[in-house]
C-alpha cells in the first residue's frame, strides 16, 4: 500500500479559505414581534429575538435542507428542551428534521444543470410566515408566503400555535400522496390561495419550485414585513 501524501501544515489554513469561499450563505431574519428559534438542516439552530439574523452556511451540493422557525420554545443551558412547533428532539442545535406544523425553506444545492433547487413547502403545515429570496448570482425571483394562516386555519387543522397540513391529521393517501399520485383537494386550495408560491400538496411543483444558478446566496425572513392576511371563504 502506498504511504499517505502528507500535506505541508501552511496549506491546511487555504483549504480551509477556499471551502468556506465556496460555502453557500443562508442570512436567516426574525421580523416577527417575538421570539423565534430558528432551525437548519444542517446548520443547528438558534434562538433569534425580534429583528436578530443568522447566518448559517451550507456545502455546495446539499440535499434536503431545511429552515424553518420554531415557536413556544424553552431551553436549558444544555440546549435540551421543548418547542410548541418545530421541535426537534427536544434540542436547540438540530440535527434531524422539525415536528409539524412548521412552514418550511427547503433547498437542493448545485443540482441538474447547475442549478440550486428551493421553494416554501406547507407539506408539513404553517406556523410563521416566511419568504425566500436569492441575494446574490444574477438571481432575484423566490417564493412569498406572508399570509396569516393559523388565523384563518379550518376547524379539522387547527393546531397549537399553528396550522396543520391535512396529510399530518387525517395520514390518508388523498392527502400524503403515498402511493406518488395525487391532486389538489379543497385543503390544499385553502393554502394555495393563501399562499400562491409555497407548496400546498405534494404533487404541487409547477408552481411552487424555483431555481437559481449554483453559487447564489439566499435569505429566508420569517414574518416578513409588508405581509397581507388575505381571508378564505
Same mark, same amino acid.
Given at each position: 500500500m ?10 491546511f489554513?487555504l483549504l480551509?479559505?477556499v471551502?468556506l469561499s ?12 417575538y421570539t423565534v ?6 446548520g443547528?439552530?438558534?434562538?433569534l ?9 451550507v456545502?455546495?451540493?446539499t ?7 420554531r ?18 428532539g $427536544?434540542?436547540?442545535a438540530c %440535527?434531524? +428534521? ?5 412552514? &418550511?425553506?427547503e433547498? *437542493?444545492?448545485?443540482?441538474f ?5 428551493f421553494?416554501i413547502?406547507?407539506?408539513?403545515g404553517?406556523?410563521v410566515?416566511?419568504n425566500?429570496l436569492?441575494t446574490?448570482?444574477g ?8 399570509a ?5 386555519c ?10 396543520n ?6 395520514m390518508?393517501d388523498e392527502?400524503?400522496?403515498n402511493? $406518488?399520485?395525487?391532486g389538489p %383537494?379543497? +385543503?390544499s386550495?385553502?393554502?394555495?390561495? &393563501?399562499?400562491?408560491? *409555497?407548496?400546498?400538496?405534494p404533487?404541487d ?5 424555483f431555481?437559481?444558478?449554483?453559487g447564489?446566496n439566499y435569505?429566508?425572513?420569517?414574518c ?5 392576511t388575505?381571508?378564505?371563504?
Open positions: 502506498a504511504s499517505p501524501i502528507l500535506l505541508p501544515l501552511f496549506l489554513p480551509l479559505l471551502s465556496t460555502a453557500v450563505t443562508f442570512t436567516v431574519t426574525n421580523q416577527c414581534s428559534w430558528a432551525a437548519a438542516v444542517p443547528g439552530g438558534r434562538q429575538n425580534p429583528g436578530q439574523s443568522w447566518v448559517v452556511n456545502n455546495p451540493g440535499t434536503g435542507g431545511r429552515i424553518w422557525a415557536t413556544g420554545c424553552s431551553f436549558d443551558r444544555n440546549g435540551n428542551g421543548h418547542c410548541q412547533t418545530g421541535d426537534c $427536544g434540542k436547540l %440535527t434531524g +428534521y422539525g415536528v409539524p406544523p412548521n412552514t &418550511l425553506a433547498f *437542493a444545492l448545485n443540482q444543470s447547475n442549478l440550486d433547487f421553494d413547502s406547507l407539506v408539513d404553517f406556523n410566515p416566511m425566500f436569492p446574490s448570482g438571481c432575484s425571483k423566490g417564493p412569498h408566503c406572508s396569516d394562516v393559523t388565523s384563518q379550518p376547524s379539522q387543522l387547527k393546531a397549537p400555535g399553528g396550522c397540513n391535512p396529510c399530518t391529521v387525517f390518508t392527502y400524503c400522496c402511493s $406518488g399520485s395525487c %383537494t379543497n +385543503y386550495k385553502f393554502f394555495k390561495k &393563501l399562499c400562491p408560491e *409555497a407548496y400546498s400538496y404533487k411543483d409547477p408552481t411552487s419550485t431555481t437559481c444558478p449554483a447564489a435569505k429566508v425572513v420569517f416578513p414585513r409588508g405581509g397581507v388575505h381571508s378564505y371563504a
